[in-house]
């Protein structure tokens, strides 16, 4: 027999509003996602001005990554974290054939999204001596003590450079490029192989001068206005395939960076500041180099990067051909 007393209703009744009361008193709680860490390998050297114009401005939180920049002694440890999966990209001005290394050593490390070409008026690259030497022009450097930057690549362009310029029986060592200055003026190597900002510096002070610029153009690929692609900006590919969006917008505003340091290159040079030896006035002397982003290469850009990777094939440094093209990022 159905119970249909009042109390019996009651008490559905109010059964049937405490659950309801329960599901309003419990709500779903929404948290807000935070933004992808991303970790870039990065040196002290003008050519990472998109980079650090991009963090100092904002450009990355906007986008909705988290930037950690992280500083190294040379490009070498870029590309060493980047193996070790202690870093998730290298930023301008990192080696690139650095980073081939760790292409070879681990087949499809990364993807290459913007390099900085350089050259006779895109200056990078140069040699330098003390402001008194006698030494005038590269071939003046036969027999002398020439320190180079830390790690492969410098050293071997180095030594490239000098016997194609007659500089023959130039003995060659690396050295940190923050000491070059410093080695000149004490006398312990004759020249340097060098990348901005040490030409400026040591030309504002006084103490060293340039004897010839774009030096890797000319000696390497054999035309001063050749495009050098001796720094890119990457990410792991790693990090591409398990955070695409995050990479897309990283991309981007990294872009803008480029687009900043391009249109409006007196406004993004205050970015040198904190991240390489330049600081105050010296800020708007140091040349700026070029930048290409993935989708600006032309066939003609791709050639010269190959024929700069295949010097360290025929040099036996790389243990194999590296193609450039499969390196390059595809959006």
């Known amino acids: 027999m159905r119970n249909n007393s009042p109390s019996t209703s009651r008490r559905k009744l109010l059964q ?26 990065y040196w002290p050297v003008a050519a990472g001005l998109p980079f650090f114009a991009a963090v100092e401005r904002g450009y990355f939180k906007e986008a909705g990554v988290d930037v950690e920049p992280l500083k190294f002694a040379g490009a070498q440890q870029v590309m060493e974290a980047m193996l070790s999966g202690r870093g998730d990209g290298s930023s301008n001005g990192t080696g690139s054939a650095n980073l081939a290394i760790g292409e070879i050593a681990q087949p499809g490390l990364f993807k290459i999204f913007c390099t900085n070409p350089s050259n006779a008026k895109f200056v990078l690259d140069e040699f330098i001596v003390a402001k008194d030497s006698p030494v005038k022009v590269t071939a003046d450097l036969a027999g002398k003590k020439v320190a180079s930057g830390p790690g492969i690549q410098n050293v071997t362009l180095a030594k490239t450079m000098l016997e194609r310029a007659g500089a023959k029986g130039a003995v060659v060592s690396e050295l940190p490029i923050g000491q070059h200055i410093a080695a000149l003026v004490a006398g312990q190597v004759d020249a340097c192989y060098t990348l901005e900002p040490t030409g400026t510096i040591g030309r504002m002070n006084g103490t060293t001068r340039i004897i010839e610029a774009g030096v890797v153009a000319k000696y390497i690929l054999g035309d001063p206005m050749a495009p050098w692609h001796g720094g890119a900006a990457s990410l792991t590919t790693e990090f591409i395939k398990k955070n695409p969006d995050a990479a897309k917008k990283y991309i981007a505003a990294y872009a803008r960076g480029v687009e900043l340091v391009r249109t409006k290159p007196d406004e993004a040079r205050q970015y040198m500041k904190g991240y390489t030896a330049i600081e105050g006035p010296l800020t708007a002397e140091v040349p700026l180099a070029s930048y290409m982003l993935h989708g600006e290469f032309k066939s003609s850009d791709v050639a010269y990067f190959q024929k700069f990777y295949d010097l360290f094939t025929d040099k036996g440094i790389f243990e194999k051909k590296v193609a450039v093209d499969p390196l390059l990022y595809k959006a």
């Open 16 to 41: 049937a509003g405490a659950a309801g009361l329960g599901v309003l008193a419990a709500p779903a709680i929404v948290r807000a996602q935070a933004p992808t860490k991303i970790r870039i390998g």
